[in-house]
């Protein structure tokens, strides 16, 4: 069996594409008109098409806002990102912190009150605490990555 990726349920199919397509960079493979798949597995499904295809009547609704599933993105463009979501008047959960681990992101909601989180790329944490004055074994130890991960973001970075 194959996992083949989440899909999110949302009200309005065009103006999730754009969010997604534009804001959160991710690239459409397939339109259909009632639903959209992007690179990297994620889906969203119009809403009214999903409960129609699956007999959703009654009691079984469509529950927005559950905080119980969060969508995780890394970028290299966090605070780019974290502008134009700004500009958008999205409601964040959190806007940019730094984890113990060293990664700084943000949380927030989409338009239907899905959870979307967006931290730093690993590799750019590992470089930057690392231009900051940490040594490997030190960087190894704040992020919990591998000391081979470590060594190797570091070296890529230097070339």
Do not use: C
């Amino acid at each position: 069996m194959k996992f083949m990726g989440p899909i999110i349920l949302v009200e309005n199919l065009e103006l999730s594409r754009n969010f997604y397509e534009k804001i959160l960079k991710q690239e459409v493979i397939y339109d259909f008109g009632v639903n959209v798949s992007f690179e990297g597995g994620l889906a969203i499904h119009l809403r009214t098409h999903f409960e129609e295809t699956h007999k959703m009547t009654g009691s079984r609704k469509i529950l927005y806002g559950s905080n119980n599933v969060e969508l995780n993105f890394e970028t290299e463009e966090l605070d780019n990102i974290y502008n134009e979501l700004k500009q958008l008047k999205v409601e964040f959960i959190h806007e940019i912190q730094e984890a113990p681990w060293g990664q700084r992101g943000i949380t927030f909601y989409d338009h239907d009150k899905h959870i979307i989180s967006i931290g730093e790329a690993m590799e750019g944490v590992v470089n930057r605490l690392y231009k900051q004055g940490l040594s490997v074994d030190e960087v190894v130890i704040k992020t919990a990555m591998p000391k081979e991960f470590v060594e190797q973001a570091i070296k890529y970075a230097l070339d």
